[in-house]
């Protein structure tokens, strides 16, 4: 046997266990974690927060207290303005991801799925949380304007909005069997 | 003709049958052969190809070529049993949902076949190991096959229950060490050659160990069939959903083209 081949063998193998503890290991996490019902109720929750969120990032009270208070205090000010707004980053990523379960869901519970269309989210899910990754990064070094991150909120909102209208069409019929699909050994 | 192997080797042939017993016993005993007809064909043919052995290594030993060649040959029955097995396995867990597993059965049969074709072309060394290669890219598909359908099960949120990830587990494992096992035989077949057997019999005892667990939690596990939703809310909200997840990506372009672009 060849070298190479050996390798590869050993790595194939050694990757694909790897895998399989990881997998069923977090699938056993998600299982508890999850109340099955509870990815069709707990719709987006920190969206309602974004006109509040909005106002609070306005650059002239900024201004205004800096002419007022002096620059320590819109210092101080900007630094938690900055702290809110990234928590207001990672909130719109936690009911992006409710969105992408609800999804899941949908797509499990259906008789027909079409492998481009899930092909295609699961391609567009990565490149979302990569390039979500670097507005985080850029508004960690304070370099990144707040109207487009809450832009970026009210397309998830609406998204959300989109969703939890389908969720209600689907009625009781779909709620049971999503519960039923998620809820395991209870 | 037995007595003349190593004590180590009888006592792990001896652990391994009678762990196939007990887990071929607690299949039949607990009706779970309809459940799980495919698996309780490979335990019963595995107990076979250890009686057929005992009597081939007794009647013609352990260097004569129609040894070499039935018990070869039975290890191809093994193994398309397995695979079959795994299949099984696959289905028991997306079965269910009837889409995803239209899905999933020619994604993970696809990719099977691909880490057979490449096992095989890569593995192309002259008939020396033609056996062990053969054997090694059936263990791959074995193996993408069971941890494909855990991956597919965690990314869909499908329900799986201890019996199944026990099962897959077990599928994927046994497969995995038997690729190290054979990989290593090929390379260094002096320095290895004593201790593939123990190796092989070591984790398969193993692997009968979580089949065992996995089939007394069938026994009590309820698995519930979900009903499913009619076809035309996915196919709504699937192309919108990805419609709308283009848009947010545009958007975060721009957002970071305007952090960029800020003096």
């Given at each position: 046997m060849n070298v190479a081949f050996f390798i590869l063998a050993v790595v194939f193998a050694l990757?694909?266990?790897?895998?399989?503890?990881?997998?069923?290991?977090?699938?056993?996490?998600?299982?508890?974690?999850?109340?099955?019902?509870?990815?069709?109720?707990?719709?987006?929750?920190?969206?309602?927060?974004?006109?509040?969120?909005?106002?609070?990032?306005?650059?002239?009270?900024?201004?205004?207290?800096?002419?007022?208070?002096?620059?320590?205090?819109?210092?101080?000010?900007?630094?938690?303005?900055?702290?809110?707004?990234?928590?207001?980053?990672?909130?719109?990523?936690?009911?992006?991801?409710?969105?992408?379960?609800?999804?899941?869901?949908?797509?499990?519970?259906?008789?027909?799925?079409?492998?481009?269309?899930?092909?295609?989210?699961?391609?567009?899910?990565?490149?979302?949380?990569?390039?979500?990754?670097?507005?985080?990064?850029?508004?960690?070094?304070?370099?990144?304007?707040?109207?487009?991150?809450?832009?970026?909120?009210?397309?998830?909102?609406?998204?959300?909005?989109?969703?939890?209208?389908?969720?209600?069409?689907?009625?009781?019929?779909?709620?049971?069997?999503?519960?039923?699909?998620?809820?395991?050994?209870? | 003709?037995?007595?003349?192997?190593?004590?180590?080797?009888?006592?792990?042939?001896?652990?391994?049958?009678?762990?196939?017993?007990?887990?071929?016993?607690?299949?039949?005993?607990?009706?779970?052969?309809?459940?799980?007809?495919?698996?309780?064909?490979?335990?019963?043919?595995?107990?076979?190809?250890?009686?057929?052995?005992?009597?081939?290594?007794?009647?013609?030993?352990?260097?004569?070529?129609?040894?070499?060649?039935?018990?070869?040959?039975?290890?191809?029955?093994?193994?398309?049993?397995?695979?079959?097995?795994?299949?099984?396995?696959?289905?028991?867990?997306?079965?269910?949902?009837?889409?995803?597993?239209?899905?999933?059965?020619?994604?993970?049969?696809?990719?099977?076949?691909?880490v057979v074709g490449l096992t095989l072309a890569f593995g192309r060394d002259g008939?020396r190991y033609a056996?062990m290669t053969l054997e090694m890219a059936?263990e791959a598909?074995?193996?993408?096959?069971?941890?494909?359908?855990?991956?597919?099960?965690?990314?869909?949120?499908?329900?799986?229950?201890?019996?199944?990830?026990?099962?897959?587990?077990?599928?994927?494992?046994?497969?995995?060490?038997?690729i190290l096992n054979d990989a290593f035989l090929s390379r260094y077949w002096?320095?290895?050659?004593?201790?593939?057997?123990?190796?092989?019999?070591?984790?398969?005892?193993?692997?009968?160990?979580?089949?065992?667990?996995?089939?007394?939690?069938?026994?009590?596990?309820?698995?519930?069939?979900?009903?499913?939703?009619?076809?035309?809310?996915?196919?709504?909200?699937?192309?919108?959903?990805?419609?709308?997840?283009?848009?947010?990506?545009?958007?975060?372009?721009?957002?970071?083209?305007?952090?960029?672009?800020?003096?």
């Amino acid at each position: 046997m060849n070298v190479a081949f050996f390798i590869l063998a050993v790595v194939f193998a050694l990757a694909v266990a790897a895998l399989l503890l990881v997998a069923s290991r977090s699938s056993r996490r998600v299982r508890r974690r999850r109340d099955g019902l509870a990815v069709l109720d707990s719709a987006p929750q920190h969206l309602c927060n974004m006109g509040p969120i909005r106002r609070s990032q306005d650059g002239v009270d900024l201004e205004y207290v800096a002419s007022r208070g002096g620059r320590e205090l819109a210092k101080r000010l900007r630094r938690e303005r900055h702290e809110v707004a990234l928590l207001y980053l990672d909130s719109l990523r936690a009911d992006f991801e409710q969105l992408l379960r609800i999804a899941r869901v949908v797509a499990l519970l259906s008789p027909e799925v079409s492998s481009s269309h899930e092909y295609e989210r699961l391609r567009l899910a990565l490149q979302f949380r990569f390039r979500f990754q670097l507005v985080k990064l850029r508004l960690l070094f304070g370099d990144a304007a707040m109207p487009q991150v809450a832009a970026l909120g009210e397309m998830v909102s609406t998204l959300a909005i989109r969703m939890e209208t389908a969720m209600q069409a689907l009625g009781e019929r779909a709620t049971l069997a999503a519960n039923l699909a998620l809820n395991s050994e209870r | 003709m037995l007595s003349s192997l190593p004590a180590l080797d009888l006592v792990l042939w001896a652990v391994t049958t009678l762990g196939g017993l007990l887990l071929f016993g607690l299949i039949l005993g607990t009706q779970l052969d309809r459940e799980f007809p495919f698996l309780t064909i490979y335990i019963g043919a595995n107990l076979l190809q250890t009686a057929l052995q005992l009597f081939l290594y007794q009647l013609y030993g352990f260097e004569s070529h129609v040894t070499y060649l039935a018990v070869w040959s039975s290890q191809a029955v093994i193994v398309t049993a397995r695979a079959l097995a795994a299949c099984e396995f696959c289905h028991r867990v997306l079965g269910h949902y009837r889409g995803v597993w239209a899905l999933a059965i020619r994604i993970l049969l696809a990719c099977g076949a691909l880490v057979v074709g490449l096992t095989l072309a890569f593995g192309r060394d002259g008939f020396r190991y033609a056996v062990m290669t053969l054997e090694m890219a059936s263990e791959a598909f074995i193996a993408t096959i069971a941890v494909g359908t855990v991956l597919f099960a965690r990314h869909y949120h499908a329900q799986m229950g201890q019996s199944a990830l026990l099962l897959g587990l077990g599928f994927g494992l046994n497969s995995c060490l038997k690729i190290l096992n054979d990989a290593f035989l090929s390379r260094y077949w002096r320095n290895y050659s004593g201790m593939w057997n123990e190796v092989a019999m070591v984790g398969f005892a193993g692997v009968l160990v979580l089949w065992v667990f996995a089939m007394r939690a069938a026994a009590t596990e309820y698995v519930p069939r979900p009903e499913l939703q009619p076809a035309e809310v996915y196919r709504v909200m699937a192309p919108h959903m990805n419609r709308k997840l283009a848009e947010l990506n545009d958007q975060l372009v721009r957002l970071l083209k305007a952090g960029r672009q800020k003096p």
